[in-house]
């Protein structure tokens, strides 16, 4: 065997920063361990703030990137849910140029508690156009956010004072 090949399964430690609380980041039970472990061909244990990943080497570099862009999602105050990793997941997979961590940390507006932002990359995507573009069409199936990230923004623009009004039609 080469020392890439797919048999290959050298153990890889990865250390959680000090300053991440290691329950937000493994999730209630290391449930969100359990999730990172169902996605990729690899085995992930957790002793304190170490983590140790045995798999295929594409699949433990893939995994660490995951838990690099967990950590940073952490870092902005954000606490984890199974969706946002399962998202993540989904994002590292599609091997875009865009950061789980920056798709899924971006705020648009805030109120009584409550942040809305982008969930998905395409989500995104369409957040941006409306902030690059004048007008911006968005067509798709329902329930997708069109209308509901569309009227976040507005309110936001109206917030910072870069409308002076909202015109529904």
Known sequence: MTPDSPGDQRPH?????TSIDTVSLYGPGDEYLRIV?????????ARGNQLTVT???????????LLDE???IVRTGQGLTAETVERSIGMLRTET?????EVLSLN???NRGRT??????????????IDQNTIVFGIGPAGTGKTYLA???????????????????
């Open 13 to 17: 430690t990865f250390t959680v920063p």
């Open 37 to 45: 472990e169902d996605a990729f061909d690899a085995a992930v244990h």
């Open 55 to 65: 798999g295929a080497p594409a699949e433990v570099a893939l995994v660490e990137r």
């Open 70 to 72: 967990l950590v940073a």
């Open 97 to 101: 140029q865009e950061r789980p961590a």
């Open 108 to 110: 648009i507006l805030s």
């Open 116 to 129: 809305i932002r982008p969930k998905t990359l395409n989500q995104k995507k369409y957040v941006d156009a």
């Open 151 to 169: 009227m976040a923004k507005a309110v936001q623009a109206l917030q910072a004072k870069e409308i002076t009004r909202i015109i529904l039609i």
